[in-house]
């Protein structure tokens, strides 16, 4: 091997290695970048109080109120802009990738955490966009503004339905990833009360919710982990007769909505960002009080995060005369919290109530004009698909999970100690579909007659038993989960007088029921046995075997069959 070789093999790696060298500082300086959350010279402002803004302070003074432990059920909606092109729940994102951004390709090249938030497939999103609406240069996200009306929406009525099928606590969505807040926003001047339908949607609901005596929940989808700037990027086409046409995106007036332009088109605007956040979630509670307060994602933002929650907390022992405040975030093992799962469930009884939301149509947003053959589901966590959704015959859309999926999730998710939220996804005039309706009155009908066994329960010492097990792996996977009459969940009252047994199927006409656990070892002292759908008495005998119970001739409902369990005084 002559030496011009080897001196260009020895410069060759050099080169390599200053490369991956690089390579390594541009990903600390990212991961730095995405965490830089100063608080030089910024004021919280927070309400004084109980609470400090340190897990410590969480810890030792939190605890959740009675009244969500006894709420159990709540429904909520994604509806805003996204619902006016009913194509993709994060169409905002998605409209303006024309192909593969630079920065996912540097996810790839580098190896770092990813942060283009690119998926493949999604560019049908931007086909769909410019066949239906124009191209983004010409026609934007923020031209979706003036189309929508919500000319149906009657937060009055949506309000008085969802409390006939049994829901507790209503939750209304102030800002999703967009970045366009749903109400009267001093800090954030694209809102629906300038904007758009005219209308303070967060302060219709807290009416509605205050005429009905429901509880009153706001959800907020905009922090600084996965969420900031769905628009970074889309620049232009690389390809085409408009190729290097700006999109909308790059006009600095439009900076209020899509955010400031970065080199990279990545998450590095803080501390600006988190400020915003900060300012805008803090006057939210501020002047709609809520009772529970839901961020989709962890506790974001450092020390703002930290100074939210003591402020909200504080807020409403101020306001309400005692701790009342509940507030969800996601993955969250941090006490003074409680722990929102999404889409899925939890495999073992928890010691702390926690909470499940889920959504009965596909997708998080009523998505009127996905068309599977425009916009592929390229997986099973898309907004555009959600996995599997079957069609109903009461009306012309899918639904993911029918009522009868959500009542056995939903006793599932009570006797393991938690809450349910469930999203239906209104039309963009604000009307509710009616096949959701059909769902939820099902859901409403099933309430009535067994509500007893859920509304102000607690866990038995056992969630109960049977061969179902939750999916090892992935998630967004509910509306898959299959429960069979071997399938039996326990809840009992507050003063654990009462027990009830819901088995997840009807065990056959007539059939004699062993409810293995519930053994004369575990309990005991039963003074009467019974169908709590209709108080019929059922003969039962019980033994080191197991609970021994002899079933109707036939069953009353279609879902859920509960039984009640008198102890003796």
Not at 267 to 277: I, Y
Not at 298 to 311: I, S, T, V
Not at 402 to 425: A, E
């Given at each position: 091997?002559?030496?011009?070789?080897?001196?260009?093999?020895?410069?060759?790696?050099?080169?390599?290695?200053?490369?991956?060298?690089?390579?390594?500082?541009?990903?600390?300086?990212?991961?730095?970048?995405?965490?830089?959350?100063?608080?030089?010279?910024?004021?919280?402002?927070?309400?004084?109080?109980?609470?400090?803004?340190?897990?410590?302070?969480?810890?030792?003074?939190?605890?959740?109120?009675?009244?969500?432990?006894?709420?159990?059920?709540?429904?909520?909606?994604?509806?805003?802009?996204?619902?006016?092109?009913?194509?993709?729940?994060?169409?905002?994102?998605?409209?303006?990738?024309?192909?593969?951004?630079?920065?996912?390709?540097?996810?790839?090249?580098?190896?770092?955490?990813?942060?283009?938030?690119?998926?493949?497939?999604?560019?049908?999103?931007?086909?769909?966009?410019?066949?239906?609406?124009?191209?983004p240069s010409k026609f934007g996200y923020k031209d979706l503004i003036p189309l929508w009306k919500?000319?149906?929406?009657?937060?009055?009525?949506?309000?008085?339905?969802?409390?006939?099928?049994?829901?507790?606590?209503?939750?209304?969505?102030?800002?999703?990833?967009?970045?366009?807040?749903?109400?009267?926003?001093?800090?954030?001047?694209?809102?629906?009360?300038?904007?758009?339908?005219?209308?303070?949607?967060?302060?219709?609901?807290?009416?509605?919710?205050?005429?009905?005596?429901?509880?009153?929940?706001?959800?907020?989808?905009?922090?600084?982990?996965?969420?900031?700037?769905?628009?970074?990027?889309?620049?232009?086409?690389?390809?085409?007769?408009?190729?290097?046409?700006?999109?909308?995106?790059?006009?600095?007036?439009?900076?209020?909505?899509?955010?400031?332009?970065?080199?990279?088109?990545?998450?590095?605007?803080?501390?600006?960002?988190?400020?915003?956040?900060?300012?805008?979630?803090?006057?939210?509670?501020?002047?709609?009080?809520?009772?529970?307060?839901?961020?989709?994602?962890?506790?974001?933002?450092?020390?703002?995060?930290?100074?939210?929650?003591?402020?909200?907390?504080?807020?409403?022992?101020?306001?309400?005369?005692?701790?009342?405040?509940?507030?969800?975030?996601?993955?969250?093992?941090?006490?003074?919290?409680?722990?929102?799962?999404?889409?899925?469930?939890?495999?073992?009884?928890?010691?702390?109530?926690?909470?499940?939301?889920?959504?009965?149509?596909?997708?998080?947003?009523?998505?009127?004009?996905?068309?599977?053959?425009?916009?592929?589901?390229?997986?099973?966590?898309?907004?555009?698909?959600?996995?599997?959704a079957t069609t109903t015959i009461n009306g012309a859309d899918l639904v993911r999970l029918t009522?009868?999926?959500?009542?056995?999730?939903?006793?599932?998710?009570?006797?393991k100690n938690g809450n349910m939220m469930l999203n239906v996804g209104l039309r963009a005039d604000?009307?509710?579909?009616?096949?959701?309706?059909?769902?939820?009155?099902?859901?409403?009908?099933?309430?009535?007659?067994?509500?007893?066994?859920?509304?102000?329960?607690?866990?038995?010492?056992?969630?109960?038993?049977?061969?179902?097990?939750?999916?090892?792996?992935?998630?967004?996977?509910?509306?898959?989960?299959?429960?069979?009459?071997?399938?039996?969940?326990?809840?009992?009252?507050?003063?654990?007088?009462?027990?009830?047994?819901?088995?997840?199927?009807?065990?056959?006409?007539?059939?004699?029921?062993?409810?293995?656990?519930?053994?004369?070892?575990?309990?005991?002292?039963?003074?009467?046995?019974?169908?709590?759908?209709?108080?019929?008495?059922?003969?039962?005998?019980?033994?080191?075997?197991?609970?021994?119970?002899?079933?109707?001739?036939?069953?009353?409902?279609?879902?859920?069959?509960?039984?009640?369990?008198?102890?003796?005084?």
């Amino acid at each position: 091997m002559n030496k011009q070789l080897i001196c260009i093999l020895i410069i060759s790696v050099f080169v390599s290695f200053c490369n991956v060298i690089q390579a390594q500082d541009e990903i600390a300086a990212d991961l730095k970048a995405a965490n830089n959350f100063d608080t030089t010279g910024f004021k919280f402002q927070i309400e004084e109080g109980l609470f400090k803004p340190n897990i410590q302070s969480f810890e030792s003074n939190y605890h959740c109120p009675e009244w969500f432990r006894d709420a159990k059920f709540g429904i909520y909606m994604h509806w805003g802009l996204t619902t006016v092109a009913g194509a993709d729940g994060h169409y905002a994102r998605y409209m303006y990738t024309q192909q593969e951004p630079e920065a996912a390709k540097i996810d790839r090249e580098t190896k770092r955490r990813a942060m283009s938030g690119y998926k493949p497939g999604k560019e049908s999103v931007y086909q769909y966009h410019v066949k239906k609406f124009g191209h983004p240069s010409k026609f934007g996200y923020k031209d979706l503004i003036p189309l929508w009306k919500a000319d149906k929406f009657d937060a009055m009525a949506l309000a008085a339905f969802f409390k006939e099928c049994g829901a507790k606590y209503i939750g209304v969505m102030a800002v999703h990833h967009d970045n366009f807040d749903l109400y009267n926003s001093t800090y954030q001047p694209w809102n629906s009360v300038r904007m758009g339908p005219k209308k303070d949607i967060v302060g219709e609901w807290k009416k509605a919710c205050t005429a009905q005596n429901l509880r009153f929940a706001i959800t907020s989808h905009l922090s600084n982990g996965n969420h900031e700037h769905l628009f970074y990027q889309g620049i232009s086409d690389s390809t085409g007769p408009l190729a290097g046409v700006p999109y909308d995106v790059m006009d600095p007036k439009n900076e209020g909505l899509y955010g400031k332009r970065t080199p990279d088109r990545l998450k590095r605007l803080n501390p600006e960002f988190a400020q915003s956040w900060y300012l805008r979630t803090k006057e939210l509670i501020d002047k709609y009080n809520p009772d529970l307060l839901y961020l989709d994602g962890g506790l974001p933002n450092g020390e703002y995060g930290l100074n939210l929650a003591a402020h909200f907390y504080n807020h409403n022992i101020k306001t309400k005369g005692k701790l009342d405040g509940v507030f969800t975030i996601k993955n969250t093992k941090s006490p003074g919290f409680i722990l929102d799962v999404e889409a899925n469930g939890i495999g073992k009884l928890l010691k702390e109530p926690w909470q499940v939301d889920n959504s009965i149509n596909p997708g998080w947003f009523h998505l009127e004009n996905i068309d599977a053959s425009e916009i592929p589901k390229t997986s099973g966590t898309d907004d555009g698909g959600m996995s599997k959704a079957t069609t109903t015959i009461n009306g012309a859309d899918l639904v993911r999970l029918t009522g009868g999926q959500v009542i056995d999730n939903f006793v599932d998710i009570v006797s393991k100690n938690g809450n349910m939220m469930l999203n239906v996804g209104l039309r963009a005039d604000g009307s509710l579909p009616e096949t959701y309706r059909h769902e939820l009155t099902i859901i409403g009908n099933w309430l009535k007659i067994n509500g007893e066994a859920i509304f102000s329960t607690r866990p038995f010492t056992v969630f109960g038993e049977g061969p179902f097990e939750l999916p090892k792996k992935g998630g967004f996977n509910d509306n898959e989960f299959k429960f069979t009459a071997k399938d039996i969940r326990f809840t009992q009252s507050k003063n654990g007088k009462t027990l009830f047994i819901i088995l997840l199927d009807w065990p056959g006409n007539s059939a004699k029921v062993t409810v293995k656990l519930l053994n004369n070892n575990v309990l005991a002292s039963i003074k009467s046995l019974s169908m709590l759908a209709t108080g019929e008495k059922l003969k039962w005998s019980q033994d080191a075997e197991g609970l021994h119970v002899n079933m109707p001739e036939k069953p009353v409902g279609d879902f859920a069959y509960v039984l009640k369990v008198d102890a003796a005084k």
